[in-house]
């Protein structure tokens, strides 16, 4: 059974600093997606990562996966307010279904 | 990007009810669709899978007869809660890919219907 785990569950950090959100999954695939989710919305796609050594970057968003390490990373660069929401990532299972971390809360305080 | 719309946006219905919620593709074909449940503060947790032109498949410790799903076009399902109860109220979230990019497509969510159950 595929399990994703994300850390940290709550991240609480100031406008302008730098940190990672991981992304660590349990068995074999190598599509990872990054979505946002704002209080009370539906989910936002971020990034599609298809491959290992997949690297994207939004803005001051950047998203990478490894496959052999089963680990994608979600790194913030110097956080504006605009940026805090719930960031998930989902791993596909196959047959198209989507496993789903439990989300990172983010709050950027100013 | 493809657009995934779900209706209604907002539910309140009193127990015993049945509650209707549609999710379409506006400018894709989906054979297949996902049904989502978020309670407040977590993940979103799988419901159903629903497949055009066939009954849909369930994950384990959701009720078939509670959750309906129909898949009758290539662009609508359908989830409908029967005889609902507070513990039902959630968020439900839908989802789509499109068919002709089956390899590398991403899913496109709807924009999730809130329900209320009193």
């Known amino acids: 059974e595929l399990k994703v785990e994300q850390n940290p569950l709550f991240l609480s950090m100031q406008e302008g600093k730098n940190y990672t959100i991981y992304c660590n999954y349990s068995t074999t695939s190598d599509r990872l997606y990054w979505y946002r989710q704002d209080p009370g919305k539906s989910l936002e796609s971020l990034f599609v990562l298809l491959s290992n050594g997949a690297v994207k970057q939004e803005g001051r968003l950047m998203a990478s996966l490894d496959t052999k390490a089963r680990l994608s990373t979600l790194h913030i660069t110097a956080a504006v307010h605009d940026l805090s929401a719930t960031y998930f990532c989902a791993v596909d299972q196959g047959a198209q279904k989507l496993v789903f971390g439990q989300g990172t809360r983010l709050t950027i305080n100013p | 990007g493809a657009v995934v719309s779900q209706h209604p946006s907002r539910v309140i219905c009193k127990s015993g009810t049945s509650v209707k919620i549609e999710c379409r593709s506006l400018d894709f074909q989906a054979t297949t669709m996902f049904w989502y449940r978020q309670f407040p503060k977590q993940s979103l947790m799988l419901m159903a899978t629903?497949?055009?032109?066939?009954?849909?498949?369930?994950e384990q410790g959701v009720e078939k007869d509670k959750f309906l799903i129909n898949h009758a076009s290539l662009t609508l399902s359908t989830l409908t809660v029967t005889s609902a109860h507070p513990e039902d109220s959630s968020f439900y979230i839908c989802?789509?890919?499109?068919?002709?990019?089956?390899?590398?497509?991403?899913?496109?969510f709807g924009q999730g219907t809130r329900l209320t159950v009193v």
């Open positions: 629903s497949n055009e032109g066939s009954k849909a498949t369930y």
């Open positions: 989802s789509a890919r499109d068919v002709q990019f089956r390899m590398n497509t991403e899913a496109f």
